[in-house]
């Protein structure tokens, strides 16, 4: 029987273009027209000579700009891409990117639940959770972007953590911010006198949502540290008026009708390039980290869409916001409870003038004023 030798003729198909362009393609396409070499694939790279330290540098005159990988050229013994360059033999670097922090997504908050929720990163191969800042100690979710967690305390606010990563290492972490409450349930706060509440006290914040303008975000109804809910749109009540803040500053104050408490010097100027800090919102110090006051969209897109054109707009609607009144710019006097009522945005319009909700018998519109009034806040949280 005679032996039969079967060969298979492999052949690398390209295209040479004047002047003498290579072009090494999977799709056949013409080389790019500012490349001599142009080597195209998706599921494969390019991969240059490979040799040891002397064998690199055996190489009889070697052209600037030649590049070779070399195995051992590292301190280290490891390999790494050479070029000569200048008559010597360059080591080229590169580094190494972690990724950037996760961006916080819309979480799912209900009693005694949440729903953690984040976004992918670019260039994450992973990422871990965790209730405490410790990335050793977190959780590996793979590639994973929500944890949910269960048994949590109905109506108190929680932070979580979150980090992506790669072979390079990992980012900062993400702080996520939630509170274990579905919107429409109450939940109660035990204020303590301090630089933020005037005055210690336990209230009960009810909660609503889908307000026409603004459906997806939960609100608190009544002001925050209003003991009550206001009787009427022209309830005059320290009870239910609650406390009054001038425009990014934390520290809030009582008004009886006749002192004020904290009964402290007044600050007659404001003069700053911000709009109102995280760090001094009230919302978020006395409510949980879930919450804050509203931007000037917010509250300009509930006036706008809910066709408020005088207090009874935002009375009837589910804020049943009310005329709490002010504390002069100029005094911190109380002035007008009952007749007008100012609800502050955390935006400002410039170094002296912020945003407000103005209402009362005649109108319903955003307007602008000295960040040095004092008004009413209604906190929300993103539902």
């Given amino acids: 029987m005679k032996n039969i030798l079967l060969c298979t003729i492999v052949f690398t198909c390209f295209t040479l273009t004047a002047p003498a362009q290579v072009g090494i393609n999977s799709d056949n396409s013409a080389p790019d027209p500012s490349a001599m070499l142009d080597v195209k694939s998706t599921v494969k790279g390019f991969l240059p000579p490979r040799m040891t330290f002397a064998e690199r540098n055996a190489i009889v005159d070697p052209v600037e700009g030649l590049l070779v990988f070399c195995s051992n050229c590292n301190l280290d013994g490891t390999g790494v891409l050479s070029m000569y360059q200048g008559g010597k033999w360059l080591n080229l670097f590169g580094s190494c990117i972690v990724p950037a922090s996760p961006l916080e997504g819309s979480h799912v908050q209900t009693n005694g639940q949440i729903i953690w929720n984040w976004n992918l990163a670019p260039i994450a191969t992973g990422y871990k959770w965790s209730a405490t800042n410790d990335y050793a100690?977190?959780?590996n979710m793979g590639t994973v972007t929500t944890q949910t967690e269960t048994g949590l305390t109905s109506g108190l606010s929680y932070i979580r953590y979150v980090w992506a990563y790669n072979a390079c290492g990992n980012s900062d972490p993400a702080i996520l911010t939630g509170q274990a409450l579905g919107c429409g349930n109450s939940f109660t706060i035990a204020h303590t006198a301090g630089s933020v509440a005037p005055v210690s006290k336990t209230v009960t914040y009810g909660t609503v949502t889908n307000i026409p303008g603004e459906t997806s975000k939960c609100w608190i109804t009544r002001n925050l540290g209003a003991t009550q809910q206001a009787n009427t749109v022209s309830d005059n009540t320290e009870a239910a008026a609650g406390w009054y803040w001038q425009f990014n500053l934390k520290q809030g104050y009582k008004h009886d009708?006749?002192?004020?408490?904290?009964?402290?010097?007044?600050?007659?100027?404001?003069?700053?390039t911000s709009d109102w800090v995280n760090v001094n919102d009230p919302c978020n110090i006395e409510l949980g980290n879930a919450w804050r006051i509203p931007t000037y969209t917010e509250w300009y897109n509930v006036d706008n869409t809910g066709g408020w054109t005088n207090w009874n707009g935002p009375w009837g609607s589910g804020l049943q916001l009310h005329a709490a009144g002010r504390l002069a710019s100029t005094s911190g006097a109380l002035g007008i409870r009952g007749s007008f009522g100012g609800y502050w945005s955390n935006t400002q319009d410039s170094s002296t003038l912020g945003w407000y909700l103005s209402l009362n018998s005649g109108s319903s519109n955003?307007?602008?004023?000295?960040?040095?009034?004092?008004?009413?806040?209604?906190?929300?949280?993103?539902?």
């Fill in 257 to 272: 009708g006749t002192t004020r408490t904290p009964n402290t010097a007044w600050i007659f100027s404001i003069s700053e």
């Fill in 137 to 139: 100690g977190a959780t």
């Fill in 366 to 383: 955003m307007g602008n004023i000295t960040k040095t009034v004092g008004f009413s806040v209604r906190c929300l949280r993103d539902n």
